[in-house]
Structures are given as C-alpha cells and as structure tokens.
C-alpha cells in the first residue's frame, strides 16, 4: 500500500505528552504479547517428580535390542499420548502427578476359573522383573526406543485359569475424573479400553511393564503398570491398567469406536497399509530430524509374522 | 490527541516492530545453537512456523480495522513489514516440510501435496502467497497500479480461509481448541470488512416500483 505519509505537523501537535510516553507503553504491549505468547507456546514440558525410584536386580533379555540407541528419558517423559491427562504431547508430563498410584489394585475376571484382584505390590513380586529395550512406533508417525521393565504377559496366566471360551484379553485404564482430568470431556468413549487376542498377548515379546530406564514407571506413562506390545502400534499398549478382562469375542476398542476405518483391532505396524490420513512407509525417531523406512511388524516380523499366517493384514490392519 | 509518529517516529517504531517479527526466527536459532528441539524437533520447528505464519497473518489483516477504529493512518505503513514476515515465517513452514518430511525429492512432495488434502490447502494457501510477496514493493505497486494490485492483495482473504482450514485439518479430532480459536478470529476480520463494504456502499435507488417517466404528452412523430 502506498500512503506517503506527510510530516509537516507542527511539533506542538504532536507533543501530547501523555500520548508520546505512550508509544513505549504501546510497543511493550506489543513485546508483552508476542512474548507471552512465544512462552505459552514453546513446549518448556518438565517432569514435576524427577527421576523416580531405581528398580533393583533388574535381568536383561534376549529379546532387548541392541543396535538402537534408546531415546532420552527426558523425551520419553515428556512427549506422548495419555488422553485422560489432555490431548497435546505434553499434556501427561503437566498433569499426571494427579495419579494416585498407591494404593492399586488389578482385576482380572471374564472368562476365567475364578476371577481376582491382586495389588500392585504383589504384582511386582510375581517374577523377575527384565529389561525389554523395544522399538516403539506411533500410529502418528514418529517412534522411539525404550528400556522397559517388566515381565512376560503369561506369568498373569499362571496365576488365573482363562477358561475354554476365552479367545481375547481386554486392558482397561483407570478412568477417574477425579486424577484424569480429561476423562470428563468425551475425547474417547471412556474407559479406555484395549485389547489382543489371547495368543498375541501369550507371545513372549508382550509383556506387562511396570518400569522404564531402571526405575519405577513414571506416572505420565502409564503407571504402575501398563502393557506394551512392540509390533503393534503404541496405543495398543493401554496404561494404568485396573482391569484385565477374558472374553470370546473380538472386543470394540476405544480407538475402533472413535475411528473405525482409521484404527483396526489388530493395528500391527505395517508400512504397506497407510492411515486414511497419512502414509506409515517411514517414521521419525524422536530426537531425529529426518525419516527412517518403517518395518514390517516394527522390526519384530521374524518373531510373530507367524500369528497371522494367512491373514489379509489389509483387511486385518 | 492521537498519537502520529513523524517519519523519524516511524522508522524508530518499524525498526522495533522489525526486532519483534524476527524473535520467534531468533527462538529457532537459539534452539539450533543449544540443539535444544524439544522430543520432537521437526514437529516442533514446523508447528512453530506455522503458528507463527498464522500469528502475523492476523496482525497483518487487524491494521486495517485497527486503523478505522483508532484513525491511526499511519498503522498502515506497518502493514507491508508484518504481510512479509508472514510469508517469511511461511516459506520456512514449507522448507522444513519438503526438507525434513520429504527430503527435497520432488516426487515425494508432490504426492503428498496430491494425497493429504490439509497438505494441499497449505500448499494452495503458501503458493498464493508468493505472488502477494512478489508485489510488495513500491515499484511493483506502481507497475500494477493502485487498483490493481489492490485487487490482487485481497486474495489474503482467501488464503486466511485456507490457512483454518488447513490448520483443522492437520490435527486430531481432539484437539480442535487451536484452530477453532485462530478462525474466530478470521471470521472476526473478515467479517469486519464485509460490515465495512456494506456500510459504505452507495446505496442503489429502488427502481422496482417506479413508474416509467413520462416525457412525452403524446408520442413524437
């Protein structure tokens, strides 16, 4: 736009003295603004309890992986998805100190002998707890390497008689508004609920987590116990777990309720199957400014591809 | 009193308003220099740049209501300055998208512009801006002329709806708070314009139930 601007204004016109010490006010207004709004976007996520409680004797694995770099716990406990704590990457970090992990029980029941409900504490002596460095893909595109702890999802099965129906295993999240904030607003259809079916959660590579990077699982990952399922994309691995329920049929998981075509039950890593919105050929490994391929199976194929023999996985996706 | 900075004011004030634009650029040096991206760096950078192509965008179109509500002509000569750090912030949006998520390989980038329609609408919105840039000088004002390039510039409109729309689109069905804000507030600019434009329209004479004139008593030979 061109207005040339004419500056024969006789200088007693323009010394107001109120409005010429305005102009500070005006640009620091302006400063004040762009400022806080620079400051309320930068992501300055913290942890509020710092590193949490080392976890002792801890046995390495066979299956860890041993060529990729873990991610930093300072990413890993900052950045992710737990809805009930708010829908942004950081939300967890900021608000999941409302978690009551103590005391916690589980709840196992459905099609099983004799349903029951263990405590966290008891849990925790079930087996020797491991190391499992996995893989960790997000159904969003961008994945990580973490040193997990935890122990085989079978040793549950010692200690509760699945009965001949029982076909799938349904995970369910705490949902308490009270601690969850979010689980007031109807992000998802609350409780979050996942599952596998049986023999995906026998395999050995699942395994229930009540750990990471050594120590007591932080709050905004799911504690204090959480499953994860390496091959599968991230969400399958629901957290905070309260129930674990035996059932015959296929269940309805939250995500397949907010997305069916978008979220499969099965959700297996697959580079070849894109999300209606985006492609899953290649992620980005947080940390990392450009893309790596994605593997099928996220690298673990040589382990389970053998689960879905003869499976159409794009149907199954 | 209104405050009317003389040309010396002015160019103190540009000056300053130029030091502003340039601090979310200098956030992202500041973050190269201390290789501090937060967990996710390329989300963070194009999330930054995006934001903040939409924040000055805004600001660009608020001089014009800004100016009638306060007579404060002189906001205009600001308006240039904030339209180009727009684009600025806009063309690093759309390098860190064909670098980091595409490598500068040509193929791949115009699949996605094909294939995900909030990569598309970005791109329509980046790629009307260019020419809104192109023209930004006084010499390509006098090239056009006036009406013309007036004409023009009044695209931004369009590629202020462009830019909600992409923003609604590129995030999850959870997290429509962001963008639901930025397009009030383009709906609240444009919607001021559109106020604007009817206001001061010539109001046309109602011709509907006129009678014809009659100039004549009796037919002319």
Redesign the interface.
Known sequence: ???R?T?A?AST??T?P???A??RD??RT??LG??A??LG???GAETREGRGRPLANLRSSPFSTLDDKP??Y???T??GNF?EFG???DSPAKNAHRLRTSPWTLTVDGEVKSPKTFAIEDILKWAPLEERIYRMRCVEG?SAVVPWVGFPFSELLKRVEPTGNAKYVEFWSLADPEQMPYVRIP??DWPYVEALRLDEARHPLSILAVGMYGEVMPKQNGAPIRLVVPWKYGFKGAKSIVRIRFVEKQPNTAWMK?GPDEYGFYSNVNPDVPHK???QASE?R??????RKTLPFNGYADQVASLYAGMDLRKNF | MRFNPDNQQLGQIKIALFAICLIPAIRLLWAAYTGDFGPNPVEFVQRWTGTWTFNLLLITLCITPLRAMTQMHWLTRLRRMLGLFSFFYAALHFLSFIGFDHDFSLDAIARDIFKRPFVTVGFAAFVLLIPLAATSSNWAIRQLGGRKWQELHRSIYLISILACVHYFWLVKATALLWPLAYSVAVAMLLGWRIRERRRKAIPVPQFQNAKPLKFFKQKPE
């Open positions: 736009m061109l207005i601007h500056p204004i016109d323009i107001d109120q409005v010429y305005g102009r005006f640009i302006l400063a762009l400022g709004a620079s976007l930068a992501h991610t930093p300072q990413s890993m900052t950045y809805y829908p942004d990457k961008w992000l998802l907010a919105r985006w492609s980005r947080l940390g990392e400014f450009l893309k």
